[in-house]
Every structure is written in structure tokens, then in C-alpha cells.
T-cell receptor, first 111, second 114 residues
């Protein structure tokens, strides 16, 4: 069964600290993996996209990694800011262009 | 460049009533998606259009939900009759050509069914 699981479900960190969010998937055959950021009351916004051959991709303070062998991805946020408070959603697409959403990790950054 | 527009932003109805949502995708985007996002969950794809044709509607509850994109541009999603469990945010997204492209999401319509 094609699934995308994210952990932790929620996370609270102090401003300026780093954090790492996890995404494990069973989607096969794999095409690409995206991380989205969803602010409260808004639609998701794409942060990164990685294909099978890519194992790291950065977007400012966001760095995503992909291990296609273990079917795991992580999103690392460096020097967190209050504006990073949001839900982060992992989406995996298979080669048939079907995509599977994780349930997201809710991140709260406190001063 | 204008983003994906949705209206209304909020809607409150009683169960068994009907409701319709409207979406205007980014100009030139061929693919349009409707998602249902229940509080605390990730978005669930309801229907995907490529121009004015349906690509995937396997998770659309067709007994009560319908969607159309008649001219291959804007789209409407209708629920008739609504149930309590339909309370959710309905997100519209568009992409330039297909599922491999990045999707651009609208702000969503928050539906509350009483």
C-alpha cells in the first residue's frame, strides 16, 4: 500500500534553533518527493522537489535530503524564525503521476 | 503573476444544503486539482482536470460531489447535499502541464456544515 508517514506530528522549538522533520514512504515506483510549507489559513507552498538521483536540495534555510534506498526524506530547518511556524507536508509522486500526501508536521517556533 | 484564486473564503451551511466553490487557476496552467483537507490531516485529492477533461476522480464521492471545468480555465466544485463530515478546507491548485510539475495552491475555502 502506498503511504507517506511524517514525524513528529508536532514540534515546538525556540527561535534560532535548528530542527529536522522526517518523512518515510512506501510509494513505488518512486518518481519525486516534494516538501510543502502550509501557513495557517493558506494553501501549501512548494519548498523543494527531489528526484531519484538527488539526495539533497536546499532552499535558503531549508535543506531536504532523500535516501531512496531506505525510502526516507528529511527536512532540516536552520536558525529557525517565528515565520517558520507552519505545517510541513511531504508529498511523494510515483511514476504513474499519482501523488500521496503525508499528514504533515506542525511546527511552532517560540521566541 | 496572479496566484490561484478561490471563493468564497468561508462558508457555513446546514446539513443537507447545497454549496458551490469556485476556482480560477494561474493563467496558462492546464492542470487543475481540487483537494479536501480535514483539520489536522494532509490534503486529499478529489479530482484532477487536464484542460477540461477529468484525469482522476477516483476519490470523489460522486453521489454528492460534482466538479466541472467547462472551458478549461476556471472550475466549480459542488456538494449536494452536504453532510457534517464534509466540514473541511477545500483547496484548489494548478500546475503548468501535469502531475510532475509543482502545484500552486489557492488559499482554500473553509466549509463548516452544521
Amino acid at each position: 500500500k502506498n503511504q507517506v508517514e511524517q514525524s513528529p506530528q508536532s514540534l515546538i522549538i525556540l527561535e534560532g534553533k535548528n530542527c529536522t522533520l522526517q518523512c518515510n514512504y512506501t510509494v513505488s515506483p518512486f518518481s519525486n518527493l516534494r516538501w510543502y510549507k502550509q501557513d495557517t489559513g493558506r494553501g501549501p507552498v512548494s519548498l523543494t522537489i527531489m528526484t531519484f538521483s538527488e539526495n539533497t536540495k536546499s532552499n535558503g534555510r531549508y535543506t531536504a535530503t532523500l535516501d531512496a534506498d531506505t525510502k526516507q526524506s528529511s527536512l532540516h530547518i536552520t536558525a529557525s524564525q517565528l515565520s517558520d511556524s507552519a505545517s510541513y507536508i511531504c508529498v511523494v509522486t510515483n511514476t504513474g503521476n499519482q501523488f500521496y500526501f503525508g499528514t504533515g508536521t506542525s511546527l511552532t517556533v517560540i521566541p | 503573476e496572479a496566484g490561484v484564486a478561490q471563493s468564497p473564503r468561508y462558508k457555513i451551511i446546514e446539513k443537507r444544503q447545497s454549496v458551490a466553490f469556485w476556482c480560477n487557476p494561474i493563467s496558462g496552467h492546464a492542470t487543475l486539482y481540487w483537494y479536501q483537507q480535514i483539520l489536522g490531516q494532509g490534503p486529499k485529492l478529489l479530482i484532477q482536470f487536464q484542460n477540461n477533461g477529468v484525469v482522476d476522480d477516483s476519490q470523489l464521492p460522486k453521489d454528492r460531489f460534482s466538479a466541472e471545468r467547462l472551458k478549461g480555465v476556471d472550475s466549480t466544485l459542488k456538494i449536494q447535499p452536504a453532510k457534517l463530515e464534509d466540514s473541511a478546507v477545500y483547496l484548489c491548485a494548478s500546475s503548468p502541464s501535469g502531475s510532475t510539475d509543482t502545484q500552486y495552491f489557492g488559499p482554500g475555502t473553509r466549509l463548516t456544515v452544521l
